[in-house]
């Protein structure tokens, strides 16, 4: 088995060139963060990582979460783990000192969470789903409620979990059958719900959950969903553990992958209803839901990308040291088969890349939260709701590819459990499914973020990755002009595929939704191509200066020049089947299939 | 959970088109073949595949073959459904009359064992090993061997294995240590093999082990392999079974899928040596093992298309099932989505290139045996060897997007295993590996296959390829022309990857070997679609005739648009990195991985 090491370095100048480290730091609040703390903070948490997380990633997928009688208990490991993660303050991090977060820059809590998601994915559940709780009640909580869970949650002796999903409500959450009847200061919630992340365990002293349900007199369809706190232990005036709540975890799921997080069923109200508090307003329970929702798309993209890394490191780590065959480039191990490493590249290339566009969408989060300028802060935000669904398609997407691939570079025994490698792909394979399927998330994007606004958004971006890659095809630099020629192509392809979507997207969602998928796909090529292409920039410019670790900018350019003659060229692909796909797809009836 | 139908339409129709079936039939040796009698073989086999096979898949995964002291036990209906197999005379349909076999056309097993890889992939390969022995013992050993092993193991009272991985010796077969010592008429074998597919099991009164090994006074490497037959239990004169060899499992490995298949770990000689008899010359191990090889590489290629066309059905039942949101096609169900019918789309236009791709090779594989004229048999046997390392890793490539896109049409409940999705991606994930991994196979094609003669196979095939993209676009039929332009463009796209190849292999044959994936893909994609464009001209005929299921026809012309619009599409790309690609892929030192 290989062990982690947290790619710091690449972490590091990612942050810097496309997430604008120092000036991220510069912005208000962010006063007491700079470059050097963040380094400090990225190499401990590198270490917590390796040194924790990693090791109890496979006792996790072995021996996984055990149901017995409503009771959950996590594989050995995990509570140790899980007391020493909040003991050393990683679990409240990325919040907001209001409850005893650290406030800091969500670029540097990013890079956190990567490695959290990349050593441990399904340990880092259950801080993603109490995170996304503590956001969505301190939004839209009442102050009672916050003062109340917020602390505790962010400290992490109690966790949240999202209640949405329902045996017939998965992706179409306008059939929530749950229901909630006001009984004084409360309310008493009764329901099935299914798919609960860590909805039941051992790791801390209560759950709080979050239950999308319908008030008696609420509408049919989303509009009818409000939003309850359901606590699994009650919380008494003095902030003491009261009485058990009537909620119950009936079964956990038998899953591909991800065994370590316990996938729960809860059953609400069995015997008269959880007392549950109202979150928001009546009926906005949807809005709520999406504030966490959010929040999650874009830490299930960084799952894409942890994995992936942790995939091509123990790939990398098995290449560096099999040897077997005679190797046509003079290494001793099997990485000098050429085809072994043209799919290291390619998980390299891809990675970097994604790396480049998650950070990136993050320092774009920082400057809308917090950047002095409303236009600047408007701007920003409406990049961050064009990104998220790329960053969660694109990196999960990507992803499948990247642990396939980590199995394959194994060879048979990358066939064998023993070997760790299947566990990534396993583990991968729901990245692209929760949280909003691929397809969601393509709808999402060509919908919500592009064509309601008339391309606005990704109009400006585009002149942006036009203008920088204009500025690099007329480089001396004979590498950063093949990338800007490779990538000027690329930002013109995208241009063909908004101008379609956005000339039939009004007439013909239906073709346009035919082809979302592959649209997404483009666009996280280019964009990622982009950002790529502007960390080799950077990597150049030092290498010219003479400064920096040649060995590792050096890299850098290879890697980016790789990442444009192996991913920037599917682009033209992509476009045409956005643009001339859907008749086809759409041409069946149901009975043809 | 959905149940198998054999797409004996399609089946049938991909025989008639591009395997000549009538042409097939009339061949010498195979004049009891008839496309009536052909159609009722592959009834039956669909009965068999639906009614035995299938209900037990879920069993061989969830309990697998499991070990004790030695002893392994197939999972629960396994030894029932192997009985009724070999009492049915399917275990040996495929081997030659000459040992109880059926004699019928390659074409015709081709598409029934497409059946049993669909509905149980690790049942299926207990008969591919044993078939695969018969093979290598038919061709190379002696009199006595045939007579003594091949009727009982084409009955499949016994069954055949092949020895050939120890864990130095993967891929490279040259670092093999096992011994053979001679003693009298046989030899003494020693040493440790791996990754024995139905190594050890209860389904047989015997088990036949081809076993490479090497003679005290043989050379190192390749050339002083040779190949031992060693029975499990020893074979008497009057032919019942007599002592247990000197053979043992000494454990089963615990792998990603087909658990219903026992991976064995085999220990020969512990106890002195297990006495075997040579197959074949001395030193020629080899050059035997390519016989079962060549075999059971279009047999996992077959694998690839029966997991394919199994994870699609399990797919489309569910979408034509499940309902969740409002379509934006009419459709009740989640098939209306206009992303779900693309992955459906998708798949199904691939699997049939797929077929078409594997039947032309078998009905070249029966023209190559059977033929009168030598001149057009060695012109086949060349079309057979090209096309090998196509079948097996084009096909295998393909099945991993497709059962992985079979879980995310389920959406969250293709991650719960009791649905059933996701065994067929993990039943898959073994095919781009065993039996040669893709880059091995690649690396075959550019190699051995197209270099080494200068390139007459391809270009020939090429020839027929783009006259017949020709005619197409000239077609009056829009839908033939489309696909006509397509195909042209993708054939031209093929031309220059293998001019690229044939002018660089001699000097750089490591820049070769980095696009060889990408170039296999390439030939994968565009044989393919000339193939699928083939039928499509036939079905097109037929409907302008007036002949035939009008609603067959016409999917299938929209499924080979389809093909054209989302698959051909990507054929410049793959160009694009074979020809471009190789630079950076070797750009970093070891260390800068």
Redesign the interface.
Same mark, same amino acid.
């Given at each position: 088995m290989s062990t982690y090491s947290a790619p710091l370095r690449d972490m590091l100048f990612t942050m810097k060139v496309v997430g604008d480290l120092e000036a991220t730091c510069a912005l208000p609040g962010f006063e007491e963060c700079s470059p050097d703390l963040v380094e400090s903070i990225l190499e401990e948490a590198g270490k917590f990582a390796a040194g924790v997380l990693d090791p109890i990633n496979r006792a996790g997928d072995v021996q996984g979460a055990r149901w017995k009688d409503g009771v959950v208990n996590a594989a050995d490991g995990f509570k140790e783990a899980y007391a020493s993660f909040c003991e050393t303050g990683w679990n409240g991090m990325p919040a907001s000192t209001e409850f005893g977060g650290q406030g800091l820059p969500t670029l540097v809590s990013t890079a956190v969470l990567e490695m959290w998601k990349a050593t441990n994915h399904a340990f880092s559940l259950c801080q993603m789903l109490t995170l996304g709780a503590v956001e969505a009640i301190s939004h839209h909580g009442s102050q009672e409620l916050k003062a109340r869970f917020l602390p505790n949650m962010v400290a992490g002796r109690w966790t949240g979990t999202m209640n949405i999903?329902e045996p017939?409500a #998965?992706?179409?959450l306008?059939v929530i059958r749950s229901r909630a009847v006001p009984e004084g200061d409360h309310y008493r919630v009764s329901g099935n719900k299914i798919?609960i992340t860590w909805g039941e365990h051992d790791l801390a002293e209560n759950i709080v959950h979050l239950v999308l349900a319908r008030l008696p007199d609420a509408p049919a369809g989303v509009k009818g969903l409000s939003l309850f706190l359901c606590p699994k232990f009650l919380v008494n005036e003095d902030g003491s553990l009261g009485e058990r709540n009537d909620l119950l975890c009936t079964s956990l799921?038998?899953?591909?992958?991800i065994h370590g997080s316990p996938t729960a069923a809860m059953s609400f109200g069995e015997k008269g209803g959880a007392i549950g508090y109202l979150v928001g307003e009546p009926g906005h329970g949807l809005a709520c839901m999406f504030t966490m929702m959010n929040h999650a798309r874009l830490n299930v993209g960084l799952e894409g990308l942890g994995v992936s890394e942790r995939a091509y490191q123990h790939a990398?780590a098995y290449?560096?040291e099999r040897?077997?065959?005679r190797t =046509?480039?003079g290494?001793k191990?099997i990485?000098?088969?050429?085809?072994?490493?043209?799919m290291?590249?390619d998980s390299?290339a891809k990675i970097e890349a994604m790396r480049a566009l998650a950070y990136y969408a993050a320092s774009q989060m920082d400057r809308a939260h917090a950047h002095p300028d409303a236009e600047l802060r408007a701007q920003s935000q409406a990049l961050v709701d064009l990104l998220t669904p790329v960053v969660k398609g694109w990196c999960t997407d990507n992803a499948?590819g990247i642990a396939?691939d980590g199995?394959?570079v194994h060879? #048979?025994? #990358?066939?064998?459990?023993?070997t760790g490698a =299947?566990q990534y792909?396993?583990d991968a394979?729901?990245t692209?499914?929760?949280e909003g399927?691929?397809?969601i998330q =393509?709808?999402d994007l060509i919908g919500r973020k592009i064509a309601r606004e008339g391309g606005k958004t990704i109009r400006a971006l585009i002149a942006r990755m036009d203008a920088d890659s204009r500025r690099l095809l007329d480089s001396r630099d004979a590498s950063l002009s093949q990338i800007g020629l490779a990538l000027h192509g690329a930002v013109g392809v995208l241009v063909d595929g908004v101008d379609w979507l956005l000339a039939n997207y009004g007439e013909h969602?239906?073709?346009c939704?035919?082809?979302?998928?592959p649209f997404l796909r483009l666009a996280g090529t280019v964009i990622g191509g982009w950002l790529s292409a502007r960390t080799a920039e950077a990597a150049a410019a030092q290498l010219a200066a003479g400064e920096g670790d040649a060995?590792?900018l050096? =890299?850098k350019v290879?890697?980016v020049?790789?990442y444009a003659?192996?991913v920037l060229?599917?682009a #033209?692909?992509l476009r045409?089947?956005v643009v001339?796909?859907?008749?086809?797809?759409?041409?069946?009836?149901?009975?043809?299939?």
């Open positions: 999903t017939q #998965g992706s179409d306008s798919f799921e038998h899953k591909l992958g990398r290449a560096l040897v077997q065959g =046509a480039t290494s191990t990485i000098g088969h050429p085809d072994v490493r043209r290291l590249m390299k499948l396939s199995v394959q060879g #048979g025994m #990358g066939f064998v459990e023993e =299947a792909l396993r394979r729901i692209t499914i929760y399927t691929t397809g =393509a709808n969602p239906e073709r939704a035919a082809g979302a998928v060995a590792f050096g =890299a290879q890697t020049r790789h003659a192996h060229v599917q #033209g692909a045409d089947t001339g796909g859907a008749d086809t797809t759409l041409s069946l009836a149901d009975d043809q299939f």
